[in-house]
């Protein structure tokens, strides 16, 4: 087919289809002189600007709408819990996450460290801090 059916069967500009036949994204798109051959049975190719998601958008996007079960809220817990248990801390992968999900503590079999509680709000800061600043432009020293 030629340019035109292309963009009508696409639904896009035909410009759109030439730039996709130069960029290669085209496969069996062949140049003859100044005409674009393209096979009939060819799909229109994704759009380049359409990028794939990251983890760090992942994590930005499941804080900012509070999704509870994530990677965002499952990294926050696991992280934290194995970290903190690295350091002695006395505080269960429950008290763990009840502490990032409800900010209370469930206390049934005694008494915990004050210092494990306040170490777990922190590394849940911390982790909010990377993720706040990561990809940021450095500031500058003066």
């Given at each position: 087919?030629n340019?035109?059916?292309a ?13 996709y ?6 496969p069996?798109a062949?140049?003859?002189?100044k ?11 994704a759009?380049?600007?359409?990028r794939a ?19 965002y809220h ?14 002695g ?13 409800t ?7 005694g008494?915990?460290?004050?210092d ?11 982790f909010d801090?990377?993720?706040?600043k ?9």
């Amino acid at each position: 087919m030629n340019v035109s059916k292309a963009a009508l069967t696409w639904g896009i500009s035909e410009r759109s289809v030439r730039n996709y036949c130069a960029q290669g994204r085209v496969p069996g798109a062949e140049l003859i002189g100044k005409t674009w051959r393209i096979p009939a049975k060819a799909v229109k190719p994704a759009r380049a600007n359409a990028r794939a998601q990251t983890l760090l958008d992942a994590f930005r996007r499941e804080r900012a709408h509070g999704i509870s079960g994530g990677i965002y809220h499952r990294t926050q817990i696991d992280l934290a819990f194995n970290s903190n248990r690295m350091e002695g801390s006395a505080l269960s992968h429950e008290q763990t996450r009840l502490i990032f999900e409800t900010k209370t503590i469930g206390i049934a079999d005694g008494a915990v460290p004050v210092d494990d509680i306040i170490e777990t709000v922190n590394h849940f800061r911390c982790f909010d801090f990377i993720l706040d600043k990561a990809n940021r432009e450095p500031r500058s020293r003066s």
